[in-house]
Nanobody, 115 residues
Framework: QVQLVESGGGLVQPGGSLRLSCAAS?????????MGWYRQAPGKQRELVAT???????NYADSVKGRFTISRDNAENTVNLQMNSLKPEDTAIYYC????????WGKGTRVTVSS
């Protein structure tokens, strides 16, 4: 089993920044795994935000390219999401993902972008 704990969500004004963090523990196989972030806005399906492999390869949703940056620390089993130039449409619950054979999800952290 893998446990994921997210932190860093909150309320921010449009154009502002937030940094999300996720700490993974348990059966971590960092050599071939993928970590990342998904989000789910009210009334919408969960969608990809960004992922990063153990080797550092990244994948971003088009809607966040150039504004969000994903990073990870393999030694600490953490993944971070730096979110800049936030927009109201970024408002959602953000879920941390750990993928190795199967998907493990955190409980989510709420991000609200509003003036």
């Amino acid at each position: 089993q893998v446990q994921l704990v997210e932190s860093g969500g909150g309320l921010v004004q449009p154009g502002g920044s937030l940094r999300l963090s996720c700490a993974a523990s348990g059966r971590i196989f960092s050599r071939y795994d993928v970590m990342g972030w998904y989000r789910q806005a009210p009334g919408k399906q969960r969608e990809l935000v960004a992922t990063i492999s153990s080797g550092g390869s990244t994948n971003y949703a088009d809607s966040v390219k150039g504004r969000f940056t994903i990073s990870r620390d393999n030694a600490e089993n953490t993944v971070n999401l730096q979110m800049n130039s936030l927009k109201p449409e970024d408002t959602a619950i953000y879920y941390c993902l750990y993928k190795y054979g199967m998907n493990y999800w955190g409980k989510g952290t709420r991000v609200t972008v509003s003036s």
